[in-house]
């Protein structure tokens, strides 16, 4: 298995209330993504990093930030929870930007009621 | 606006009756296709990566080839345990995978 860990693996929040989840990684890879996968939809980009501090939106990026302090550590924060952002999130990681397979952890699923 | 379609949405075999799923994409320039694997409660387990049409690749009892329009994932004789959701995806230019919504496999004993 690759060295993704996700956490927590499930959390039941407030609506309104802010809401980190972490994904930790022990293969130094550069690059990082978060996605979130809803029924009827494919897996679906948040943010990803590409490197320490650097940061960029994906296709459903509002309502989510994102910070990489180190290289195995990239955070995602929902500032203020909807009931829209109930979904299983994932984080991804790549060796490089180029043609390379991307290694996925096993999820966070984020009920917010 | 770049595409990706998965068919079936589902599929039931017997075990032992092979058959094969389709992922159609329309895409501006294709960087690569992936083929993921994902049991429920799981992340998705990377299969295979095609890059050029014409390219086939095996593993076990998948085979997983490409054209410029779509590619194809055969299951050989399948067992129970190759029950699961296969999703495809494709890299562009972006830096980005983008998936389709999957086709979830069941095999029957």
């Given at each position: 298995d690759a060295g993704i860990t996700q956490s927590p693996r499930h959390k039941v929040t407030e609506t309104g209330t802010p809401v980190t989840l972490r994904c930790h990684q022990t293969?130094?890879?550069?690059y990082m993504y978060w996605y979130r996968q809803d029924p009827g939809?494919?897996?679906?980009?948040?943010h990803y990093s590409y490197g320490v501090k650097d940061t960029d939106k994906g296709?459903?990026?509002?309502?989510y930030s994102v910070s990489r302090s180190k290289t195995e550590d990239f955070l995602l924060t929902l500032e203020s929870a909807t009931s829209s952002q109930t979904s299983v999130y994932f984080c991804a990681i790549r060796r490089?930007?180029?043609?390379t397979e991307a290694f996925f952890g096993q999820g966070t699923r984020l009920t917010v009621v | 606006e770049d595409q990706v379609t998965q068919s079936p949405e589902a599929l039931r075999l017997q075990e032992g009756e092979s058959s094969s799923l389709n992922c159609s994409y329309t895409v501006s320039g294709l960087r690569g296709l992936f083929w993921y694997r994902q049991d429920p409660g799981k992340g998705p387990e990377f299969l295979f990566t095609l890059y050029s049409a014409g390219e086939e690749k095996e593993k076990e009892r998948l085979k997983a080839t490409l054209t410029k329009k779509e590619s194809f994932l055969h299951i050989t004789a399948?067992?129970?345990?190759?029950?699961a959701t296969y999703l495809c995806a494709v890299q562009t230019g972006a830096n980005n995978l983008f998936f389709g919504t999957g086709t979830r496999l069941t095999v029957i004993p």
């Open positions: 293969e130094n890879h550069r939809h494919g897996l679906r980009l948040i296709e459903v990026s509002d309502g490089d930007r180029g043609n | 399948p067992k129970p345990e190759d029950s």
